[in-house]
């Protein structure tokens, strides 16, 4: 792969997208910032970017060699707008894709896991991120968070529960290497934190380090749907609230090496994410 080459980043302002465009950046490469407003972007060339709107894909490929993907957001199948993307994407010129998916999902699976699995025979290049959940979904806009601002509370239906909750920024990072390194992974990396975590682990950090009482209330996987269904659509909240009942079951009890492997350094942990992003904000 050209090392001047040019990187597509949907997603561009969400969580992962604009922690790796910053890294990318940072690092001389070459960006195109995606999103659906063109929102200006550091150091990048923001183009408009509506994955319903095929007619802002061109533009957005246009001169590009890799590409970062970030799904829509909320859509229960998304392989039937990505797929029809990434055939364009390649007659486009695009050698490389990168691919943010779940760890809970499988090649194959549900949702993206459809697109994790036409990748390889799209592209020669290629990884899927396979990223435990998010830190940040403690302390940015998801539900999590904005409950723990808003009621003190966590509401869950992963019981006790573990799970190896892994840091957006080492997320870039790995997506940055996956992207740039001169011989691409070819392969899936499932991606965590140090440490596996309960909620109710997750509730005593923060409690600790912000000095505000945080606490973890237990559900039941229908009650976590219902409550779930007032805020996406119905699909969509069953496919989480079952993700809930995987990590009950044991599903995301798991560390890899993926991030030390990759990056050269360990993962951060949560206590150092809730020290760094909570404690203004306490």
């Known amino acids: 792969m050209n090392p001047a080459g040019t990187t ?26 995606a999103s659906r407003r063109a929102t200006p972007v550091a150091g990048t060339e923001p183009v408009p970017f509506d994955w319903y709107d095929p007619a802002t894909h061109a533009a957005a490929l246009d001169g590009v060699d890799r590409v970062y993907l970030i799904p829509p957001l909320g859509d229960s199948d998304p392989a039937a707008i990505m797929l029809p993307f990434l055939h364009q994407a390649r007659t486009a010129g695009v050698h490389r894709a990168v691919l943010l998916s779940s760890s809970a999902i499988p090649e194959g699976g549900l949702a993206v896991g459809k697109v994790h699995q036409a990748l390889p025979e799209l ?89 505000r009482v945080v606490v973890h209330r237990r559900l039941s996987y229908e009650q976590m749907r219902d409550r779930l269904t007032t805020q996406v659509p119905v699909e969509f909240a069953a496919m989480l609230a079952g993700m809930d009942r995987a990590i009950a079951e044991g599903a995301e009890d798991r560390i890899t090496d993926t991030v030390q492997r990759l990056t050269g350094r360990p993962p951060h942990t949560f206590r150092a994410l809730v020290e760094r992003e909570m404690r203004c904000d306490s």
């Not at 980043?9 to 890294?23: D, K, L, N, P, W």
């Not at 940015?140 to 869950?156: K, L």
């Not at 997506?175 to 990396?189: I, K, M, Q, S």
Request: aromatic share 6%; proline share 3%.
């Open 8 to 33: 597509l980043v949907i997603g561009a302002t969400g969580t992962t997208g604009s922690r790796t465009v910053a890294q990318l950046t940072a690092a001389g490469h070459r960006v195109k910032a």
């Open 123 to 211: 592209f020669d290049q290629w990884a899927v991120l396979r990223p435990s959940w998010f830190m940040q979904n403690f302390t940015g806009t998801h539900a999590h968070a904005r409950s723990i601002r808003d009621e003190g509370i966590i509401w869950t239906a992963t019981e006790g529960g573990r799970v190896g909750f892994v840091d957006a920024e080492d997320i870039a990072a790995v997506a940055v290497r996956a992207l740039t390194d001169e011989h691409a992974p070819n392969t899936d990396l499932v991606l965590t934190g140090p440490e596996a975590l309960s909620h109710d682990d997750i509730a005593a950090i923060i409690t600790e380090a912000t000095g």
